[in-house]
């Protein structure tokens, strides 16, 4: 399993930015994403996460971490 934290810069094409993040991330089978800014993703190619964040995040004004989880339990804390 992938986690992936990201930080967007809110700006004229914020919401474009983020829908397009959504969307192309959910091609790698979305697990958790009840954040705003974290999903867990269902594949281990964390290459393929990463070069996909270069075709729907600006690398010169939005952040992201690709990392790998270890442990495939999530547990939830707040409304669902």
Do not use: Q, W
Request: proline share 1%.
């Amino acid at each position: 399993m992938i986690g992936v934290t990201f930080n967007i810069k809110y700006d004229d094409d914020y919401s474009s930015r983020y829908r397009k993040l959504h969307d192309r991330m959910a091609d790698f089978g979305i697990v958790e994403d009840k954040s705003t800014s974290c999903l867990f993703l269902d594949t281990d190619d964390t290459e393929a996460v990463h070069r996909a964040l270069y075709g729907v995040l600006d690398y010169r004004k939005d952040k992201a971490i690709v990392f790998t989880t270890y442990a495939h339990t999530l547990k939830s804390f707040g409304p669902t």
